[in-house]
């Protein structure tokens, strides 16, 4: 059954204390939300994040995890050391991480089974480049990028899993996709979906500067489920803002 969903991605910004002022802030106002709502902080934040979210219908999320369970790979953090905090959400497979640090297709694919292996529920990144989008190429990426994550899994795995579909040219850029372009390839996600498990019900997410003046609009097209928000998940007023319009 398809959710409607607003997730936060904090990046790397905030600090411990930072994060509790804002779930106090956020949490009284929302406490009545159709929406679900997930905060994906950085690790140092987690711990923290899940205390104070207890009790409340905020759920709390990772923005990274490693495909291996254990061994010498210095400065990454399993699926299981997340789990044992009572981590519910991960990001795979963000365009930062494939930019900057070279994550492929195949390693977003095993890192989604690995989190599926310990009880993470993952959001999967897709997206294409200005460049590939000004070629006509756009649906061709995001479709390929969402058939290679979703290698290996099951039908039933779909009720564990997101997709946001974050154009990288909109990622920080100021820049958004209108909400019919948001739609049409999110619209093609869900066919391919539906092509490799015969299940449409999917939650699938844009995220690209979204905002709370551009909200509504992207919310109100009926194949996007929600918002992977990133700068304006930073401030619960904004964030909020959002939350309300889904």
Same mark, same amino acid.
């Given at each position: 059954?398809r959710r409607?969903?607003i997730?936060?991605?904090?990046?790397m910004?905030? &600090?411990p #204390?930072?994060?509790?002022?804002?779930?106090?802030?956020?949490?009284? #106002?929302?406490k009545? +939300?159709e929406?679900e709502?997930?905060l +994906?902080?950085?690790y140092?934040d &987690?711990?923290?994040?899940?205390?104070f979210?207890q009790?409340?219908?905020?759920?709390?999320?990772?923005?990274?995890?490693?495909?291996?369970?254990?061994?010498?790979?210095?400065?990454?953090i399993?699926?299981?050391? &997340?789990? +044992?905090?009572?981590?519910e959400?991960?990001?795979?497979?963000?365009?930062?991480?494939?930019?900057?640090?070279?994550?492929?297709?195949?390693?977003?694919n095993?890192?989604?089974?690995?989190?599926?292996?310990?009880g993470?529920?993952?959001?999967?990144?897709?997206?294409?480049?200005l460049?590939?989008?000004e070629?006509?190429?756009?649906?061709?990426?995001?479709t390929?990028?969402?058939?290679?994550? &979703?290698q290996?899994?099951?039908k039933?795995?779909?009720?564990?899993?997101?997709?946001?579909?974050?154009?990288?040219w909109?990622?920080g850029?100021?820049?958004t996709?209108?909400?019919?372009? !948001? #739609?049409? !390839?999110i619209?093609?996600?869900?066919?391919?979906?539906?092509?490799?498990?015969? #299940?449409?019900?999917?939650?699938i997410?844009?995220?690209?500067?979204?905002k709370?003046e551009?909200?509504?609009?992207?919310?109100?097209?009926?194949?996007i489920?929600? !918002?992977?928000?990133?700068?304006?998940?930073?401030? !619960?007023?904004?964030?909020?803002?959002?939350?309300?319009?889904n």
């Amino acid at each position: 059954m398809r959710r409607k969903v607003i997730a936060g991605n904090w990046k790397m910004n905030m &600090l411990p #204390n930072d994060t509790i002022d804002f779930i106090n802030e956020l949490e009284p #106002n929302i406490k009545k +939300c159709e929406s679900e709502v997930i905060l +994906c902080v950085p690790y140092t934040d &987690l711990f923290y994040a899940i205390s104070f979210c207890q009790g409340t219908n905020i759920h709390i999320g990772a923005q990274n995890v490693f495909y291996e369970d254990s061994g010498a790979y210095t400065g990454e953090i399993s699926a299981q050391m &997340l789990k +044992c905090i009572n981590t519910e959400y991960v990001i795979i497979g963000h365009s930062e991480r494939r930019k900057l640090f070279n994550e492929t297709d195949e390693i977003v694919n095993k890192k989604v089974l690995k989190a599926l292996e310990n009880g993470l529920k993952p959001i999967i990144c897709v997206g294409e480049t200005l460049e590939e989008r000004e070629q006509n190429k756009a649906i061709e990426k995001i479709t390929d990028q969402t058939e290679k994550a &979703l290698q290996g899994l099951t039908k039933e795995s779909l009720e564990n899993i997101i997709i946001a579909y974050e154009p990288i040219w909109a990622i920080g850029t100021g820049k958004t996709a209108t909400s019919k372009d !948001a #739609n049409e !390839a999110i619209k093609a996600i869900r066919a391919k979906v539906k092509e490799m498990f015969e #299940n449409t019900d999917i939650t699938i997410l844009y995220g690209g500067s979204v905002k709370p003046e551009n909200a509504k609009e992207l919310f109100d097209e009926p194949d996007i489920d929600g !918002a992977l928000v990133g700068g304006a998940s930073l401030k !619960a007023s904004s964030f909020e803002s959002i939350i309300g319009a889904n």
